[in-house]
Each structure stands twice: as structure tokens, then as C-alpha cells.
């Protein structure tokens, strides 16, 4: 019996404003149902007896080390800006109104 059906993708498309066709609406309640299959599968399996991981590799600190390397100064990165204000990159307002 499918677990998803085609009106549930519809539904889930519309909450996530994506506009599907018929025929991907029912390819996509396929894939769906397939995947909540297999995720039945995977929560079938008895792990009663297996050590819990965080992490089962064993990489430790994989970054670069840190190392000082010349940089600008705040008035050569202000130089290249289009508009700069009180010692500050000026960039137009996108949110909200002015503070």
C-alpha cells in the first residue's frame, strides 16, 4: 500500500510554493513513497546491540594551520569601497527602516 499519496505531494508542493505538473506530482508521490519505504526498512533494523558514534572517522583538527600573512588596512579595504561612512563599508538598505 503507497504511504504518500499524489493529493499529499500536491499539498507539500503548494506549502513549499512550488509549482508541479500532474505527471510530476505523480512521479514525485512515487519517489516519495519509495523513499518512505526504504526509511522503513532502515528503522526496522534491530540496533539494540550496536555502540552509538558521533563520529566514525578518525580526523582530528584537519585545518590549515594558522599562520600571519599580511592583510589590508582598514583604510586600504575603505580606498577600494564604492561608498564608505564613519570608518565603515556604506551598503544600501534592504531591510527595515533606518536606525
Known amino acids: 500500500m503507497s504511504q504518500i499519496s499524489r493529493d499529499e505531494v500536491a499539498r507539500l508542493a503548494k506549502l513549499a510554493r512550488l509549482a508541479l505538473t500532474d505527471s510530476e506530482l505523480d512521479g514525485f508521490a512515487g519517489q516519495l513513497d519509495a523513499i518512505l519505504g526504504y526509511v522503513s526498512q532502515i528503522q526496522a533494523v534491530d540496533v539494540t546491540d550496536v555502540t552509538p558514534t558521533d563520529n566514525p572517522l578518525n580526523d582530528v583538527n584537519v585545518a590549515r594551520a594558522d599562520v600571519v600573512q599580511p592583510y589590508l588596512t582598514q583604510g586600504e579595504a575603505l580606498a577600494e569601497a564604492p561608498a564608505a ?11 527595515g527602516e533606518a536606525e
Not at 561612512?85 to 544600501?92: E, I, K, L, M, Y
Open 85 to 95: 561612512v564613519d570608518g565603515r563599508f556604506a551598503v544600501p538598505q534592504i531591510l
